[in-house]
């Protein structure tokens, strides 16, 4: 019952993906600051975000987080629709 108690645990916690998305948000603030060439960069970064997001969507139970994982998805939409069209404005 204990090793089965843990694995459920394991399996929900979210730390490693928080973690992760923290870091590329970070990345993503960083280049957003630089001089150079950065829109397939910050696209990049954005879909490793969207892919955190998904997996504690996946593995939170609770209904708070799955009401927020839908408000964040839907945010990184919308900067993905930015880079986008910032970086065809570039292009001309």
């Known amino acids: 019952m204990a090793q089965e108690i843990a694995y459920i645990a394991d399996k929900s ?23 150079e060439a950065v829109g397939r ?4 970064l954005l879909q490793e975000i969207n892919r955190e997001v998904n997996t504690i969507g996946s593995k939170a139970s609770a209904a708070q987080i799955s009401l927020h ?7 990184l939409e919308k900067i993905r ?11 001309f």
């Open 13 to 35: 916690d979210i730390t490693e993906e928080l973690t992760r998305a923290k870091s590329h948000i970070k990345q993503f603030d960083q280049w957003l600051d630089t001089p």
């Open 41 to 44: 960069k910050l696209d990049f």
């Open 69 to 75: 994982v839908v408000q964040i998805k839907n945010e």
């Open 81 to 91: 629709e930015q880079v986008q069209i910032f970086c065809r404005s570039l292009a």
